[in-house]
């Protein structure tokens, strides 16, 4: 079995009730949008994850890993460290 290569990009995820902050995995080489454009993915894995409320900031989690639905996602954006 092969392994892929990945690279590793902070990004914020907003949804319509949480903020969350995290590390994605992405295939090496790729850009955070060819990851997102890729229409065979439905959910996207998180690791090292906060968990943030939106409407008043208040942390609701910090769990190791993570899986946020493509349909829950308002916007994704990479955040430098």
Do not use: W
């Not at 990945?6 to 949008?33: F, S």
């Amino acid at each position: 079995m092969a392994i892929t290569k990945k690279d590793t990009i902070r990004v914020m995820i907003i949804t319509k009730d949480h903020r969350i902050e995290g590390e994605m995995h992405i295939i090496q080489g790729a850009r955070l949008t060819d990851s997102l454009n890729s229409k065979n993915k439905d959910f996207y894995a998180i690791t090292s994850a906060t968990i943030h409320r939106v409407e008043d900031d208040r942390l609701v989690a910090s769990p190791p890993f993570i899986v946020v639905a493509r349909e829950a996602i308002s916007a994704i954006f990479p955040v430098e460290e």
